[in-house]
């Protein structure tokens, strides 16, 4: 259980287009789902925290405009980022959260997607 | 602030040896830890976790981990390591039922066969 994927696993791109990642939850409902950025050989940095029917909260630093987040259901979000440029270019995560029995919450990793700006 | 340190970058080891991976976090109030690898090439998959109760917990692939409060640490340890355990390691910590997942840097383990 708690399964949770992501499309496109790859994707490249010219530099100013638009690129849309999907995160679903495949078998749980998630009311909170989280985008993160990670470069190579370093950490997942939280980029915003999005909760089903609700604006999504961005980190400090992370352009709201540029990376357009809706989570319209409680199986699926979507990353949009706008006008993309080779800086963005990274491998974006997204995980999802279960709450257990006991209250206590879960995040299950999806497995990333890579974008190329070229 | 919150935040988790992981102090190792890369870890190199002979098959066999014993592994331990130093993770400390700075939160206040009840925290639920976790550590995460990343194979090469895969995504973050769930190694262990601890919500309360014993401190020493197990995990996946003969993994254990520690929780310390006393010393803000939940350190990561596995008593012989193979080659197939070559991977990113990365601990995580978040406050008691909040979403608020923070990651270490992550420590680079590589496993000479």
């Known amino acids: 259980g708690a399964v949770v994927s992501q499309h496109p696993s790859w994707v490249i791109c010219k530099s100013g287009t638009s690129v849309k990642i999907e995160c679903r939850s495949l078998?749980?409902?998630?009311?909170?789902m989280f985008w993160y950025r990670q470069f190579p050989k370093q950490s997942l940095m939280l980029m915003a925290t999005?909760?089903?029917?609700?604006?999504?909260?961005?980190e400090q630093g992370v352009e709201k405009d540029k990376f357009l987040i809706n989570h319209a259901s409680l199986t699926l979000s979507t990353l949009t980022v706008t006008s993309a440029h080779p800086e963005d270019s990274s491998f974006y995560i997204c995980?999802?959260?279960?709450?257990?029995?006991?209250?206590?919450?879960?995040?299950?990793f999806g497995p990333g997607t890579r974008l190329t700006v070229l | 602030a919150q935040s988790v340190s992981q102090h190792n970058h890369h870890v190199i080891l002979s098959e066999a040896a014993s592994l331990e991976l130093g993770c400390n976090y700075s939160?206040?109030?009840?925290?639920?830890l976790f550590w995460y690898v990343q194979y090469p090439g895969q995504h973050l998959q769930l190694l262990l976790k601890?919500?309360?109760?014993?401190?020493l917990v197990k995990g996946i692939k003969g993994f254990e981990a520690e929780f310390i409060k006393s010393k803000f640490s939940f350190n990561l340890r596995k008593p012989s390591v193979q080659w197939s355990d070559t991977a990113e390691y990365f601990c995580?910590?978040?406050?008691?039922?909040?979403?608020?997942?923070?990651f270490g840097a992550g420590t680079r383990l590589t496993v000479k066969p």
């Open positions: 939160y206040g109030g009840t925290v639920n």
């Open positions: 995980s999802a959260s279960s709450h257990g029995t006991s209250g206590i919450v879960t995040q299950y």
């Open positions: 078998d749980f409902q998630a009311t909170t």
């Open positions: 601890y919500f309360s109760g014993d401190p």
């Open positions: 995580a910590a978040a406050p008691y039922n909040n979403n608020d997942m923070r």
């Open positions: 999005s909760n089903e029917g609700s604006k999504a909260t961005y």
